[in-house]
């Protein structure tokens, strides 16, 4: 399994990292049953996050044709309301690390990451993650639209709002389509993956290598609906 972990400006870096480092080794532990890259939309560049300037390079374009795991994490910045925009204007012009994480993330739409993130997911050989507010991402391109996901507790409602069901999970699998909620669902978002596309022994490995247990059950649309509680 191949996956490329999607940067943008002002992406937080731990969903990136996180999931990375986790496949990263899950490829070690299997002897190369898994391979990953970070690659944005424009191709190779330096990539600027949104904690405190720290950069990344993409290694290569987003290629929605290969199969295999593409990952979009969430942005960081500074925690406002969905919609709400500072009264600097943050979000006009120049991408500024202090902006407002519903700007960073807004901000994408104005890239070719729409257009590319629609041929990933019309893709069957390919499965699309996302942690934290990289749902956000997907949803105001209008790409999950009755689908399960999961985002921030913070972007519950924004989810609502764009005719996803939105699930109160830390990590939910919608078939080609597994989410992840706050930041450090990174971790367990990736281990499930890892669990799921190469086997449980290999992601068991790897969650002893990283001394981190999963948490939380990773709710799927399976099963009798539980009534009473």
Known sequence: MHAQII??????????????????????????????????????????????????????????????????????????????????????GEWQPDEFIPVLLGRTLTTELPTLMKAAMDNPEVTVSAVCGGSLVLAMA???????????????DMLDATGVHAVSARVVDDGNLVTGAGVTSGLDLGLYLLEREVGPQIAHAVEKLFAHERRGTVWRNDGPVPAGI
């Open 142 to 156: 209008g790409l999950l639209e009755g689908r399960y996901a999961t985002t921030h507790h913070m972007g519950m």
């Open 7 to 92: 940067l943008f400006d002002g992406f937080d870096p731990l969903d990136a990292i996180a999931p990375y480092e986790v496949l990263y080794a899950g490829g070690t532990a299997s002897g190369g049953a898994v391979s990953v890259e970070l690659v944005s939309a424009e191709g190779p560049r330096e990539v600027v996050s949104g904690t405190g300037g720290l950069v990344l390079r993409a290694t290569a374009a987003l290629d929605p044709g290969r199969a295999g795991l593409i990952l979009v994490p969430g942005a960081s910045g500074r925690v406002g309301e969905p919609g709400e925009v500072p009264d600097d204007d943050a979000g006009i």
